[in-house]
């Protein structure tokens, strides 16, 4: 076979190293002082992180191009990512975003993309990510029990 040898132009592992910084409004609810603060808790490097953000987000509104490398410049102020040993194999460090003002973390970054995405477009209205669900829960929660506290007998 005489024939030029070519290479894909696109292999997977093997992408362009130039990667887009998109950067990011400056519209956040981060709230640092939920951040874990036990010692078991490490900041890992986050640009994988901000790389997969930065996709979804793209893919989101349309604008992702098959073959590019997107990355985030930055988090959303008050939000960070930690890691800790899992407590079944602690070879293993598991990943979680913390910030959200619940005081809780969101364990992936599918879980986390609602609500970046609320705050990307202005955090105006309901978000529906799995963190501000439980708040609108509790919420609904505290209503419903003052209107059984408070009814009126009859
Ligand atoms: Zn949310």
Redesign the pocket.
């Known amino acids: 076979m005489s024939l030029p040898q070519r290479l894909p132009l696109v292999e997977e592992g093997h992408e362009s190293e130039d990667v887009v910084i998109i950067p990011i409004g400056s519209v956040s609810d981060g709230d640092k002082s939920t951040w874990p603060t036990e010692a078991r808790f490490g900041m890992p490097d986050d640009s994988s992180y901000r790389e997969k953000l930065a996709m979804l987000w793209l893919q989101k509104i349309g604008t992702y191009e098959e073959g590019m490398r997107y990355m985030l410049n930055r988090l959303p102020d008050g939000y960070a990512l930690f890691d800790r040993p899992r407590g079944t194999d602690p070879t293993i460090r598991d990943r979680f975003l913390w910030g959200h003002p619940i005081g809780q973390y969101f364990p992936s970054i599918l879980q986390f993309f609602?609500?970046f995405y609320?705050l990307m477009t202005g955090a105006a209205g309901p978000?529906h990510?799995m963190?501000?669900d439980k708040v609108a829960k509790r919420e609904q929660g505290s209503v419903l029990l003052q209107y059984f506290t408070f009814k009126p007998f009859r």
């Open positions: 609602p609500h609320h978000c990510c963190l501000c």
